[in-house]
């Protein structure tokens, strides 16, 4: 299997669990009686992802030279996964027995947010400059898929088939992740931090590349709080429409995910052809359009063929930026300590999706939601206008002129 259908496989059994946990669980505590804030301290397990980068220097410092240094930690964390998603079996009344399901979930999004370290480290050192938006498609459209299979599917065979059958489905789909890192050759790493305390220096070197704060604290919040506002507003705005909460659960995990992933896959071949400022753009143009296509929905009116596509449209174009800010991310992350990097700059642009989400649900209660969708259109505007003027005078690195490994003072050859 090639480089990039390693990452694929990585990405994709990383997201399974965390669907099924997200959507597939809460639907099945729910079904059973689970209360609406019980079912919020499910989700508070969430807030495990963004703070990985706590331990994210760990993963770069330490390291098996005769297995390979980011492959020894996937090797475990692959094992980890499928062994945590076979400890819910016992548990077939879900709703009766939250205290050890609610812990075992914890301890998955765990190891599932440590292997996303590892597997951004592996994406760093393998992808060249002009694969990282390939790379990084397969990256967003993978969490899409999983969340689909996770979500969407394993739900379908749990009402048709029973809890046993789907946590079953779930661990065989997520093993195949343990079987591509078995067969995976990491190349020799030939630098190595020092020190854990000199690794977690990274944490703020990471920032002192050149645009790299104008990256991070400029277009990064812009295009998160933008776009996430927006989506805030969805559900709230098709519950006050009149939506079931079936039909939510099925246009909005389901049938938006699928024009999500070929969103991804298409920005990721699409930076290697029109560059990240070109993507960016039409990513930008994009949401501006779906944003405007939302605006029925959010003024109460919601009819099935429309909001659908509207959805679909919002949600892809939301995808596309994506892509590109995980792409700038990456040319950002230094390949010994790339775990770091990638992780700590990913983890910044997490926290403003949660921002964005307070943000917009806020200020509709003051100001409604059309005002909040006008707003969101200002900000990613704002995003893609710096973003471009970022890219002009920070450009991707060639092969020539690629940074280092890491900075000096960090690694020993």
Not at 25 to 42: C, K, P, V
Not at 357 to 373: D, I, M
Request: proline share 5%; with cysteine; aromatic share 10%.
């Amino acid at each position: 299997m090639g480089r990039l259908g390693t990452l694929t496989a990585l990405y994709v059994t990383q997201y399974l669990g965390i669907g099924f946990i997200t959507v597939g669980l809460t639907a099945i505590l729910r079904d059973g009686g689970t209360s609406l804030d019980t079912l919020a301290l499910l989700q508070v397990v969430g807030l495990i992802w963004p703070v990985k980068f706590l331990w994210a220097p760990v993963l770069d410092r330490y390291g098996s030279r005769h297995r390979g240094h980011y492959r020894s930690w996937l090797l475990v964390l692959q094992a980890a996964l499928v062994l945590t998603l076979l400890a819910l079996l016992p548990f077939s009344r879900p709703a009766d027995q939250l205290g050890p399901v609610i812990a075992i979930c914890a301890a998955f999004v765990f190891f599932s947010a440590t292997q996303d370290i590892a597997a951004d480290a592996v994406a760093v050192r393998l992808l060249a400059t002009s694969d990282r938006g390939t790379g990084n498609g397969i990256q967003v459209a993978a969490s899409y898929l999983g969340n689909l299979l996770g979500g969407g599917a394993c739900v379908l065979v749990y009402d048709r088939f029973g809890w046993a059958a789907a946590v079953g489905l779930l661990a065989a789909l997520t093993s195949v992740g343990l079987l591509v890192v078995w067969r995976f050759r990491e190349p020799e790493r030939t630098d190595r931090v020092v020190r854990i305390g000199v690794a977690y220096r990274a944490l703020v070197s990471v920032f002192g590349q050149p645009g790299c704060r104008w990256w991070t604290f400029g277009v990064v919040p812009l295009v998160y709080v933008g776009a996430g506002m927006a989506y805030a507003l969805v559900t709230p705005a098709l519950v006050d429409a009149g939506w079931s909460l079936g039909r939510i659960g099925v246009v909005t995990g389901v049938v938006t995910s699928i024009p999500a992933i070929a969103a991804g896959l298409v920005a990721g071949l699409g930076i290697g052809r029109f560059g990240r400022a070109g993507v960016l753009v039409a990513g930008g143009v994009a949401l501006a359009l779906s944003t405007v296509a939302l605006l029925p929905l959010l003024n109460g009116r919601a009819p099935l063929g429309g909001t659908v596509v509207a959805l679909c449209f919002f949600l892809a174009a939301y995808t596309i930026a994506n892509v590109v800010l995980y792409t700038v991310n990456m040319d950002y992350s230094r390949p010994g300590s790339g775990g770091t990097d990638f992780t700590v700059l990913s983890s910044f642009g997490l926290v403003c999706s949660f921002v964005a989400a307070s943000l917009g649900l806020a200020a509709a209660a003051r100001w409604g939601y059309p005002a909040v969708a006008l707003a969101s259109l200002a900000l990613v505007a704002a995003g893609v206008v710096v973003g471009v003027a970022h890219q002009r005078r920070f450009p991707p690195p060639g092969p020539a002129s690629r940074p280092a490994p890491a900075a000096a003072d960090l690694l020993v050859r």
